[in-house]
């Protein structure tokens, strides 16, 4: 699964790397990243990087209604 590739790169040293990788998750609506993503959007120290990852929430919330 392509989620299990991305999801490390949160981690990542480099703000912009951190931030792809949030909106990467939402693209392919990464679920099992929910708690990460949880994570990064509250505590990562770029804001940038906050900001992604509560977009690629917002994606995962949207795509997981639209499902049901």
């Known amino acids: 699964e392509a989620a299990a590739s991305v999801a490390p ?10 931030a ?3 909106v990467a998750l939402a693209r392919v609506r990464a679920s ?11 505590h990562d120290p770029d ?4 900001e992604s990852a509560h977009f690629a929430l917002d994606q995962l919330a949207v795509a997981w209604e639209q499902a049901s």
Request: hydrophobic share 45%; charged share 25%.
């Open 9 to 18: 790169l949160l981690d990542d040293s480099h703000w912009g790397v951190r």
């Open 20 to 22: 792809a990788a949030a």
């Open 32 to 42: 099992s990243a929910v708690p990460k993503l949880r994570e990064v959007s509250q």
């Open 47 to 50: 804001q940038l990087v906050r």
